[in-house]
């Protein structure tokens, strides 16, 4: 019974590497941010991280590397070159980025940081839970740790293709 079963579970494993190629193949290129939303774990209420009109790219490429970059829309600008300490703080508070790798899995893709704004992060894998939409990408944090406030969330962020 196991043999006849056997070119099933082929078939099923054929479906799925197919689906995960063509998500895969979907998502390569450049993406523009359009909004990134915070919810604490513990509620139900949801807050703008980069404001109501962020700037930003994610970009998949081909060969497996990964580009993200986000910045507030609000982004205090400095008064003056090289900005003030208490202006560096602003800049990065109001900023994220990273480089890496990519993983696509059905639901999701991995992206395993070897460079970031926050090194904290270097050397991890990010889980991202996908939903792709046409030219629309959004992804979903399991919950997480906030780099920013070291609370639990859950981050929902909107993409759509440049």
Not at 71 to 76: A, E, F, I, Q
Request: charged share 25%; with cysteine; proline share 6%.
């Amino acid at each position: 019974m196991a043999e006849s079963s056997t070119p099933q579970i082929r078939n099923n494993m054929d479906k799925k590497e197919a689906k995960i190629a063509a998500l895969r193949a979907s998502l390569v290129g450049t993406w523009r941010l359009t909004g990134w939303k915070k919810a604490s774990s513990n509620s139900n209420g949801e807050s703008d991280v980069f404001g109501s009109n962020p700037t930003g790219y994610l970009n998949y490429d081909q060969d497996g590397r990964i580009l993200v970059l986000a910045l507030h829309g609000d982004r205090p600008s400095p008064s003056q070159s090289p900005p003030s300490e208490e202006e560096k703080i602003k800049l990065f508070d109001s900023m994220l980025a990273y480089a890496g790798t990519y993983t696509v899995q059905e639901d999701r893709v991995l992206h395993k940081l070897d460079a970031s704004w926050n090194d904290i992060w270097t050397n991890t894998v990010q889980t991202r839970l996908i939903s792709l939409k046409k030219n629309r990408l959004t992804y979903t944090t399991p919950v997480m740790i906030n780099p920013v406030d070291g609370k639990p969330c859950i981050f929902k962020v909107m993409f759509v293709r440049a």
